[in-house]
């Protein structure tokens, strides 16, 4: 595997692959020395246009504990003209001799785009509202650890939300469905994409009916400026129609799981603390990013070391 | 005194006719068409068609103002290798072609190019605001017969109102670019499935429909002439078929690309494909190949749009819209309709000849006593697009790679030969 820009391009043999792969990983992760030289000599560099911590944090960690060097570019996200001289950064960067980019950008299309000027491996940490690879990557591998069920056949997953505008419910419903589960997405129509019909998944515009049968619960974040492009007349309108409350909690079957990517909008989206969730798994969501990019970046950057052994 | 040319063994495709013959042009007039024609300069037309040259009703020039894509002169070679002996200027030039001084800048500097008649159209509203009225009757004693605001619509339908009734006063045409703004906002490509999957913010159809239904009106309200650019989707089709019916002065055009090329591409990132209005669904390709059919479009434009190359390496959303189709116009089309050749001559040349109101020197049959403005091609030479060889001072052009079929041989403007055996002559 040479990129992963999208969960299509991995491919369900992909995906359990990386997951598998992530066990092993975290496994490492459990070591009083969590670090192992696998990619010892391998260079990393973090692109992020767009603001991330715990995706950045992350990749960052990973890359650190598989021994790989790291350098990070920054953009601020207020610089005008953001795509004018990506080019000239890539070849810059590629020149300094990189292995992979791990590129976050507003504009879907990026990691592509990039790919097309450097002969580098290309991870994709989040283009526009297109797709979030890893961090699909993390909610499969957060379920499969809390469920103990590698295939999520018949699984119920729900996801909450601004479906239109979200990367990571993109990535997710492809690679929820490619593990078998059945996934309803639940949004005022102004909040999903204009023609959704050969999506696998049910649409349903309201939260109270798929509460009982759901056994994931996934929330995504309502950004606020939703409200001033007209999809949702106020942020109470949408909490009381879509956001998770005590009421709604106490209606999720016992064994349900509740996952939000974060950040999350106390208040909106999450009317309940987390911490009051009995099965909430949003900090599982964030332990296992690391595992997860570890495999990400061993299986792009790795072929022909070995994991064994201390750094 | 112009040496005197003669075109050989080519077959002459005028209205009413189809004839295997020679021309003789002297001083930039057809003195003959007869066999066995002999000149100081010989041009062969075996297996070729002898037209008139074309006419694009809709061309990006960018002089003035962003030369670093494309001159009025570097546009005109790329025109004259298309076949075009007539270019419409679009206004959206920077100062925007809204006062004599620019109208008279870019004629000169077409005359100066010497390749095409380079033919400025003006500004409906000042500097393309659409908040007051450009000076339209200053603008059309200086000859300027079309009026656009290319680029954007007039989005206020009272201003629109003003501008038809007062260009009814000066018997002069309107085209407009029809996209109501808020539905577009942000807009990369056509809003469907393929948007969906992207995420990228769509360009919905209706977006360009509500324009072309309230324009429609308006002629039938004011009663002055229209002429719709690009229409790109079924139902403006549809509505223009209907309005033509009810006898309305209304005239239409798409785009080569438009008659090619869809949503999907926007599938591989590359900006090439990001075009304004977007590409469409294959179900609108055949309603936009319907309309020439039967008439309800009158024109193929090319909305020849340059830009630099670091400006469409840029991101989806970011970079400008538009691509080149001067050079490719003639192949796409023969290559992507089911049109007779008469048919497609009557799209590219005698229509918008007609349109643009520069029918008594282009789109005119190949006879005595006319004016030499010609083009010689050959409808079956397959060529591959070559990024190297464009003449277009920018390589935008999604074609890049492809064969094409049907190739321009020879073009002559004013009877001097602009492009032999397709290489331009200056």
Known sequence: ?311 | MSKSVVIKGGTIVNRDSEIKSDVRIENGVIVEVAKNLKADVQLDASGCIVTSGFVDLHAHLREPGREEAETIETGSRAGALGGYTALVAMPNTDPPQDSIAVIDFVREQGKRAGLVDVVPSGCITLGRQGETLAPMAELAHAGVTLFTDDGVGVQNASLMRRALEYAKGLGVTLAQHCEVAELTEGAVMNECQCCTDLGLPGWPAIAEELMVFRDIELVRMTGASMHFLHLSTERSVELVRAAKRDGLPITAEVTPHHLSLTQELLGTYDPVFKVNPPLRSAQDIRALKAGLLDGTIDAIATDHAPHPRRDKEMSLDIAPPGMLGLETALGVVLGNSELEIKDVVALLSWNPARIARIDAEHGRPVAIGEPANICIFDPDLAWSVDLERLASKSINSPYVGRTLRGKIRHTLFKGTPTVIDGQAQK
């Open chain 1, 1 to 311: 595997m040479k990129h992963l820009r999208s969960i299509d391009e991995l491919g369900v043999d992909g995906l359990v692959a990386l997951l598998q792969l992530t066990d092993h990983m975290a496994e490492i992760n459990q070591r009083p020395v969590p670090k192992v030289p696998a990619l010892r000599g391998r260079t990393v560099a973090s692109l992020f246009f767009e603001d991330s911590t715990r995706t950045r944090l992350s990749f960052e960690t990973a890359a650190k504990r598989l021994s790989a060097d790291t350098m990070t570019f920054n953009v601020s996200t207020s610089s005008v003209n953001k795509g004018e001289s990506l080019r000239d950064t890539v070849a810059t960067i590629t020149d300094m001799g990189v292995d992979a980019f791990v590129v976050r950008h507003k504009s879907v299309g990026i990691p592509w785009q990039i790919s097309q000027w450097t002969k580098s491996s290309i991870i994709n940490a989040g283009d526009g509202a297109h797709q979030h690879p890893t961090q699909a990557l993390v909610d499969c591998y957060t379920i499969r650890e809390a469920t103990h069920e590698s295939r999520f056949d018949g699984m119920q997953i729900t996801i909450v939300g601004d479906i239109k505008h979200s990367r990571v419910a993109r990535s997710n419903i492809q690679a929820f469905s490619m593990l078998g589960a059945k996934v309803t997405v639940v949004a005022p129509p102004t909040l999903l994409p204009p023609d959704l019909s050969h999506w696998p998944v049910q649409i349903n515009h309201h939260l109270d009916e798929v509460i009982p049968t759901s056994d994931v619960l996934y929330m995504l974040r309502l950004q606020s400026e939703r409200m001033s492009q007209g999809h949702v007349p106020t942020l109470r309108e949408y909490s009381e129609q879509y956001g998770l409350t005590q009421k709604r909690v106490a209606r999720l079957k016992d064994s349900a799981i509740v996952m939000h990517p974060g950040p999350m909008n106390r208040g909106v989206e999450m009317q309940i603390d987390p911490s009051d969730v009995k099965n909430s798994l949003i900090h599982r969501q964030v332990a296992n990013g690391v595992s997860v990019r570890m495999a990400v970046l061993f299986e792009l950057l790795g072929s022909g070391s070995s994991l064994g052994g201390q750094a």
